[in-house]
């Protein structure tokens, strides 16, 4: 069965860097694009950006470019988000999740990865 | 840039009852239009796309409609595990946008 599995929790301080991995399992991972989206405590979804596993394409909402870094480890089937100057509003569930196509939904979710920051 | 606004923001519903969520986008969108449910402590789960078809599994007591700049999701009659957050998501525009979510709990 398809799975996404995500790496554990993160305790980081404000200027410190997280990488979070998505482990893809049940399908061929270089197919399904991976998008990640996080939630902050009482807070919506926020679309984070875009990955394509096969060619190492990416996209990323304004507010995280130059500070988010998607990329792929293709023998691994795995996904990673990498988030650099952390801050206290970056404490958030980070999820990885895989959509078919640019112009598909997310049918598979990771199961969350908490990463909170803090002094 | 896109903006997708869901109202209410807390629904009080009694079980059994009907339930109407709405979403409007800031600007007219084609149908790609898709609904997602957050329980506590889960992932999101995908419930409908392309406005209106339910992806698997999804039980038909759940239905969407819609087109424009106006959609909903209706759930005919509402159990126990149906009290969560629902967030609608257009995934063409760049950059993907969902809505802030409509809490739906127990009256």
């Known amino acids: 069965q398809v799975q996404l599995v995500q790496s554990g929790t993160e305790v980081k301080k404000p200027g410190d860097s997280v990488k979070i991995s998505c482990k893809a399992s049940?399908?061929?991972?270089?197919?399904?694009?991976i998008y990640w989206v996080r939630q902050a405590p009482g807070q919506g979804l926020e679309w984070m950006g875009w990955?394509?596993?096969?060619?190492?394409?990416?996209g990323y909402a304004q507010k995280f470019q130059g500070r988010a870094s998607m990329t792929r480890d293709k023998s691994l089937n795995t996904a990673y988000l990498e988030v650099s100057g952390l801050k206290s509003d970056d404490t958030a569930v980070y999820y990885c999740a895989r959509g078919e196509s640019p112009s598909s939904p997310y049918d598979y979710w990771g199961q969350g990865t908490l990463v909170t920051v803090s002094s | 840039e896109l903006v997708m606004t869901q109202s209410p923001a807390t629904l009080s519903v009694s079980p059994g009852e009907r339930a109407t969520l709405s979403c409007r986008a800031s600007q007219s969108v084609n149908d790609k239009v898709a609904w997602y449910q957050v329980r506590p402590g889960q992932a999101p789960r995908l419930l409908l796309y392309g406005v209106s078809i339910r992806a698997t599994g999804i039980p038909d007591r759940f239905s969407g409609r819609g087109s424009g700049t106006e959609f909903t999701l209706t759930i005919s009659s509402l159990q126990s595990e149906d009290f969560a957050v629902y967030y609608c998501h257009h995934y063409t525009n760049w950059p993907q946008v969902f809505g802030q979510g409509t809490r739906v709990e127990i009256k």
């Open positions: 990955m394509n596993p096969n060619t190492g394409s990416t």
């Open positions: 049940g399908y061929t991972f270089k197919i399904f694009d």
